[in-house]
């Protein structure tokens, strides 16, 4: 028979508020490290600085009236997208670091007057 004394009454009670505080936290985290990568992005793409990658999210969020964690997340699918579309799309030149050295075009020299 399960004890319903008021002592085991109020630890079921906190037990609950607990668990209640431990999957809020969890969530906080996660969304935390969301919009940390989305900074990442922002910084990376944007050369802007964190603060300002800050600004931007929250300015995005704001006018949008769209949760801060959302914005950051549609930001990073957005690049992942990209990166993905990048990695399949044909290559038209081979880049410069990549040529074989006869392949390099050379600039003429400036004429001397």
């Given at each position: ?40 992005l ?6 802007i ?15 949008t ?49």
């Amino acid at each position: 028979m399960p004890d319903h004394s008021p002592d085991n009454a109020e630890t079921d009670n906190t037990i609950a508020e607990l668990k209640e505080k431990v999957a809020h936290l969890k969530k906080a985290v996660d969304s935390h490290a969301i919009v940390d990568q989305a900074i990442g992005l922002l910084v990376g793409v944007g050369q802007i600085t964190p603060a300002e990658a800050w600004d931007v999210l929250r300015e995005v969020s704001m006018n949008t009236n769209t949760k801060l964690r959302e914005v950051a997340q549609t930001l990073i699918d957005w690049g992942l997208h990209r990166c993905a579309a990048r990695r399949h799309r044909p290559r038209t030149r081979t880049p410069p670091h990549e040529q074989a050295p006869q392949q390099r075009v050379r600039a003429a020299p400036a004429p001397t007057v």
